[in-house]
């Protein structure tokens, strides 16, 4: 697991650090971090161009540094001081001494022929978008040929919550120290941090445990064993699924799909898209009836194509009566809206799956905070709340949050909800924590589109289809595997 550390955190363990280090160690550790980085980008130094957007505090003094080197090594470097009266001096002193020049917000920056931008202009200290002068710099950068390269965060960027308040650079690479920040990885700061490198500058045993986490293939593995000698179809954990209609199977027939692919064990389908589900997928268990008919489950998935009217209503509310985990998705997600009082009195675990507008049917619009706004619903109505995205976001009541790294683009086609919602479902029959197993699900609903849009295009029924091959991928190669 990664863990996401807040820019708090990572101040209250530097603190420490820097009382226990001799003054300027832990810039020198971060700048040496960057300047690696960034040679990597631009594979030599030698007359390479390199512009430093630098600011008054310590992210200009780790670009300075960073800058110092690469100058050292031959690149031509060019320092714009935001503020030159407060440019961090022994950076600026450093960069000197290598040859860098140095100019002001109005000097000639070289962002027009520039190899490699480099954003020291804010990190962990900023607040709102950036000031007019900084602004212009970065949207310069933007339209200019160099590399944009993010010190610690990009500036405009909130590190906590990724929010961007106004203007903000836009980074292809960050460079970020100690400690990946969540901002980095959610919401519009995502997009703004393009790539992250993380680098090591002794602040992990320090560091608060994270109350954010991503989660990373081995992580997911666990949830993915495959059978053993000893199960059998039942003990692997079996699923019922209620979604769809007589008019709409698709959803029906996607999320039973999505259930049996990911673990096949046995998975029972409950609902009027009876007969579709039955012609797709002859493995399920089907039954036209209501759920109580379909036998007995250890975790449900309701909601997906089901529709609002008063008969799916009692079928959610019969699911939610019972003592086992559900999944609430889409139809679901509007009824118990209406009545969150259904899911406020269970005591087995909820995962409500909203998409924005679905969440916003709760009460209160998702806005730029996305971890905040799905932790405030989950203690709200005391269930995990998977807040789907380009970065899906998974809370629980306690807080605990996660922060989905595998998602891509392509996952964006009808009916790829529906996927997800069946693989959670399969996922949860399985008795694991209601939470970590939803971040699961996300993380390798977003592996499988990742996989099946290799080969171009996809619709919702790829991903039921290259669900195997995503879980052999998450699993890893087989320890003691010959390939015989
Ligand atoms: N501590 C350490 O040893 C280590 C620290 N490290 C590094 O230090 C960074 C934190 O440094 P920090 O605390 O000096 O704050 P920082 O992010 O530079 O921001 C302050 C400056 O930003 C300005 N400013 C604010 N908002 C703005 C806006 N919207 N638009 C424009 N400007 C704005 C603000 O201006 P002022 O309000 O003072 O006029 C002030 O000048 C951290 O991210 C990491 O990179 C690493 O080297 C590891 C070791
Ligand atoms: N741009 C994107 N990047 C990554 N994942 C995305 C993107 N757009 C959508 N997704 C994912 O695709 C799925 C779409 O779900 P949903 O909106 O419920 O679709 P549907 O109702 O058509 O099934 C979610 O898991 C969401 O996280
Ligand atoms: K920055």
Known sequence: MIGLSTAAEVRAAEEVLL??????????RAATGLATVCLRLLGRA?????????????????????????????ARVTA???????????????????????????????????DLVLDGIVGIGGRGGLRPDAARLADRAATGPGIPVAVDVPSGVDAD?????????AAVHTVTFGAVKPGLVVGEGRGHAGEVHLVDIGLGPLLAPARAHQLTDADVAGHLEPPGATDDKYSRGVVGVVAGSAVYPGAAVLCTGAALRTRPGLVRYAGTAADGVRAAWPEAIVTDGRPGDAGRVQAWVVGPGMGTDDAARSLVAEVLATDLPVVLDADALT???????LVRGRAAPTVLTPHDREFERFGVAVGADRIGSARRLAADLGAVVLLKGDATVVAAPDGTAFVNATGTA???????????????????????????TAAAAAHLHGRTGQVAAARGPIVAGDLVRRLPEAVARVRGPVLGDSGA
Do not use: C, K, Q, Y
């Open 19 to 28: 009382a226990a280090t001799r003054e300027g160690a832990l810039m020198h």
């Open 46 to 74: 030698h007359g390479t161009r390199v512009t430093l957007l630098v600011g008054a505090g310590n992210n200009g003094g780790d670009a300075l540094f960073a800058g110092a080197r690469l100058a050292a090594r031959g």
């Open 80 to 114: 714009v001081l935001l503020d030159p009266a407060r440019a961090h001096p022994a950076g600026l002193a450093a960069l000197r001494r290598a040859g860098g020049r140095t100019t002001g917000p109005d000097g000639d920056d070289g962002l027009d022929r520039a």
């Open 161 to 169: 919550t990724g929010a961007v308040g106004g203007a903000a650079f």
């Open 335 to 341: 009824l118990a809206a209406r009545e969150p009082e």
């Open 410 to 436: 392509d996952l964006a086609t009808a009916g790829s909800g529906d996927v997800l919602s069946g693989i959670l479902g399969s996922l949860l029959a399985a008795g694991t924590p209601p939470a970590g």
